[in-house]
């Protein structure tokens, strides 16, 4: 088998094994968590049978409430690290801050986002290629920059010529300068196109891209190139032992996947 192939191969089993793991994952807090809550509630709902004193009746349901309140908070928050709906309701920034949020409770990191598209809405593959892209960029630096502080930006910008432009205050010195629905300019003597630009920086250990070590599963820059391939985006990384990590995205926002609400 050529180095290519095996290369090829050696991802594959990596993903495969990846999505296997988060199975088990899925299963194991199921089971440990919602099941057993669960199970606790059907007991205290049991022993309501037996009470003939109103007041007893009263604690136990008092106490089965507060239970199917933990269970329903639970769920809600599994079933956001799964799938937020915060992301189709309102869009990618207000899920970026919930899923931030998030993770500084949990990895005790604090997440520096900034943003300057608001409640913008875009296509719904665009949308959620940058939101999987960055939450997968943020987890890898919380699990191994060592870092305490991650800076994140999310921002609509415009490209001319292959440069980035502030498109805001060349407009405003320009009349003749104008914004389409789609995102692009006129009044520069060539049209500009809008992109989203995210990127994702620590200064943290840092790896050598050459030949990174594979840590946890392995597949979390695989799983960023191929989210960036599905909206034809550009992802540029760069990394160097104990130098920190800078990861950037940016993908168009073209005529099929457009700004659809801004």
Not at 94 to 103: G, Q
Not at 174 to 181: L, V
Request: glycine letters at 6%; aromatic letters at 6%; one cysteine or more.
């Amino acid at each position: 088998m050529t180095t290519p192939d095996y290369q090829n191969k050696q991802q594959l089993y990596r993903i495969l094994q990846a999505r296997e793991d988060e199975r088990k994952k899925i299963s194991r807090e199921l089971h440990d968590g919602v099941a057993q809550e669960i199970a606790g509630l059907q007991i205290s709902l049991r022993q309501a049978k037996y009470q003939r004193n109103k007041d007893d009746i009263l604690a136990v349901i008092t106490q089965a409430d507060e239970q199917l309140g933990k269970i329903h908070l639970g769920l809600r928050q599994f079933a956001a690290v799964l799938r937020p709906d915060v992301l189709e309701d309102a869009g990618l920034a207000a899920a970026f801050y919930s899923c931030f949020k998030r993770m500084e409770l949990t990895y005790k990191t604090f997440v520096r986002f900034e943003e300057n598209i608001g409640s913008a809405r875009y296509h719904p593959d665009l949308e959620l290629a940058f939101y999987r892209a960055g939450q997968e960029a943020v987890l890898n630096a919380c699990k191994y920059s060592g870092c305490q502080e991650i800076i994140v930006s999310l921002q609509r910008v415009f490209i001319q010529n292959k440069e980035q432009i502030n498109i805001n205050e060349d407009a405003s010195k320009n009349e003749d300068t104008n914004i389409d629905e789609c995102g692009s300019t006129s009044g520069h003597g060539q049209d500009c196109e809008a992109h989203l630009c995210l990127e994702v920086e620590d200064h943290g250990r840092g790896f050598l891209l050459e030949c990174p070590e594979v840590v946890g599963t392995g597949i979390g820059l695989a799983a960023m190139k191929e989210w960036t391939e599905l909206v034809n985006g550009t992802l540029t990384i760069a990394s160097q032992p104990e130098a920190g990590t800078s990861i950037r995205l940016m993908a168009a926002i073209c005529a099929d996947r457009r700004d659809v609400r801004a």
